[in-house]
């Protein structure tokens, strides 16, 4: 009896002993990646209709403070004809960020890929004045920016401007054809006589680039010293695990800190495959797996990438990553059509990968 009640008590200590131990490994696994970030920067993640729901909702709630809708606020998708609004997409994810006091970032007001093709033409099919673009411009903006002034914080004002080619500044866009580097200076001044209040973004990719860089930076620059409202510029972080090196990051952040805009990462995500930027077909060459090297590179790379954010935290203001999970991504089929990719913190299935703990482990 004596040995029965022996073990018994030697037990009771034992499981007492790991409920005492195990709290503070429970009270850390509460904590989702905006709170390991509150002291640096808001976390934010590109969003769809769909994820307002289930496994995604929750995933969202738990790690990040704000979204940015990843199509549906687009000009095409928001105002395919002249005469038409389609706000329920847009108008699910802005209510969603009501309920769960989480910020909203606008995404995005002039951009030349998912531009509806009235806005561009007459009734005859031919190319419309300078003036009627920029009326049509303005009409759009206002009305987009009113309608969600007292929901967004911050708006993508032009997406893309820049050409990739080193021969030509500016991208060779309808917009550009018709109105030349003016619509840019228009639609953030359009934006601010529509919402006071927010700030506005010149969003761009492949800003590491040193040669789209400088053109970015001279645009922005110009833009400022012109007087248009423009509060800061948008770093699309749609990189691999093979770039950038830290000094170009550094480089990067660094060449903008000085005009005193803010800097936000906006569209942050690594792909494990060399990066592309024109789409092409599946090649018999391309590996579509995520093998323990890619893991390992993917690892280290945002062990990097976020090592650097933190030292720069007094420059960068918010980071958003583009899309939740690797569940679904905009890089699975771009630019290789029908190949997955693995890009972010979370897996298939909402799980945190090992590069999660390497981000929040400092």
Same mark, same amino acid.
């Given at each position: 009896m004596?040995?029965?009640?022996?073990?018994?008590?030697c037990?009771?200590?034992v499981?007492?002993?790991?409920?005492q131990s195990?709290?503070?490994?429970e009270?850390?696994?509460?904590? %989702?990646?905006k709170?390991?970030?509150?002291?640096?920067?808001?976390?934010g993640?590109?969003?769809?209709?769909?994820?307002?729901q289930? =496994?995604?909702?929750e995933l969202?709630?738990?790690?990040?403070?704000?979204?940015?809708p990843?199509?549906?606020?687009?000009m095409g998708?928001?105002?395919?004809k002249?005469?038409?609004?389609?706000?329920?997409?847009?108008?699910?994810?802005?209510?969603?960020?009501?309920?769960?006091?989480?910020?909203?970032?606008?995404?995005?007001?002039?951009?030349?890929?998912?531009?509806? #093709?009235?806005?561009?033409? !007459?009734?005859?099919g031919?190319d419309?004045s300078?003036?009627v673009l920029?009326?049509?411009?303005?009409?759009h903006?206002t #009305?987009?920016?009113?309608?969600?002034?007292?929901?967004?914080y911050a708006?993508?004002?032009?997406? =893309?401007?820049?050409?990739d080619?080193k021969e030509?500044?500016?991208?060779?866009?309808?917009?550009y054809?018709?109105?030349?580097e003016?619509?840019?200076?228009?639609?953030f001044?359009?934006?601010?006589a529509?919402? @006071?209040?927010v700030?506005l973004?010149?969003?761009?990719?492949?800003?590491?680039?040193?040669?789209?860089?400088e053109?970015?930076?001279?645009?922005?620059?110009?833009?400022?010293?012109?007087?248009? @409202?423009?509060?800061?510029?948008?770093i699309? %972080?749609h990189?691999?695990?093979?770039?950038?090196?830290?000094?170009?990051?550094r480089?990067?952040?660094?060449?903008?800190t000085?005009l005193?805009?803010?800097?936000?990462?906006? #569209?942050?995500?690594?792909?494990v495959?060399?990066k592309?930027?024109?789409?092409?077909e599946?090649?018999?060459?391309?590996?579509?797996e995520?093998t323990?090297?890619q893991?390992?590179?993917q690892i280290?790379?945002?062990?990097m990438?976020?090592?650097?954010?933190?030292?720069?935290?007094?420059?960068?203001?918010?980071?958003t990553?583009?899309?939740i999970?690797?569940?679904?991504?905009?890089?699975?089929n771009?630019?290789?059509?029908?190949?997955? !990719?693995?890009?972010?913190l979370?897996d298939?299935?909402h799980?945190p990968?090992?590069?999660y703990?390497?981000?929040?482990?400092?």
């Amino acid at each position: 009896m004596r040995i029965n009640q022996l073990l018994l008590l030697c037990l009771t200590l034992v499981a007492f002993s790991c409920q005492q131990s195990s709290s503070p490994v429970e009270t850390e696994s509460s904590k %989702g990646l905006k709170d390991y970030y509150q002291d640096f920067f808001p976390m934010g993640v590109a969003v769809y209709p769909r994820a307002m729901q289930g =496994e995604q909702a929750e995933l969202i709630k738990a790690h990040f403070e704000s979204m940015t809708p990843e199509n549906v606020m687009k000009m095409g998708p928001i105002h395919p004809k002249e005469d038409t609004y389609r706000w329920g997409p847009a108008d699910t994810i802005v209510e969603f960020a009501r309920a769960n006091d989480l910020k909203l970032r606008g995404h995005a007001l002039c951009w030349h890929n998912q531009a509806p #093709e009235w806005i561009f033409v !007459d009734e005859n099919g031919e190319d419309v004045s300078k003036e009627v673009l920029l009326f049509r411009l303005e009409a759009h903006i206002t #009305e987009v920016v009113s309608r969600y002034k007292d929901d967004i914080y911050a708006w993508d004002v032009v997406n =893309e401007a820049i050409s990739d080619s080193k021969e030509e500044i500016y991208r060779n866009s309808k917009w550009y054809q018709i109105c030349g580097e003016e619509f840019i200076a228009r639609a953030f001044e359009y934006a601010r006589a529509a919402d @006071p209040d927010v700030a506005l973004f010149y969003n761009d990719y492949e800003v590491i680039n040193p040669v789209k860089r400088e053109k970015i930076y001279q645009m922005v620059k110009g833009l400022k010293e012109a007087g248009v @409202p423009i509060d800061g510029v948008g770093i699309q %972080g749609h990189w691999s695990i093979y770039e950038p090196d830290e000094a170009t990051l550094r480089a990067t952040i660094e060449r903008f800190t000085d005009l005193g805009l803010k800097v936000q990462v906006t #569209e942050l995500d690594v792909s494990v495959y060399p990066k592309e930027h024109s789409r092409r077909e599946k090649r018999e060459t391309d590996v579509d797996e995520f093998t323990a090297e890619q893991k390992q590179k993917q690892i280290e790379q945002y062990e990097m990438i976020f090592r650097v954010f933190r030292e720069y935290k007094d420059d960068i203001n918010a980071v958003t990553f583009w899309n939740i999970s690797d569940r679904y991504s905009w890089l699975d089929n771009f630019p290789v059509r029908d190949r997955k !990719d693995y890009p972010l913190l979370f897996d298939e299935n909402h799980q945190p990968k090992e590069a999660y703990y390497k981000v929040i482990d400092f």
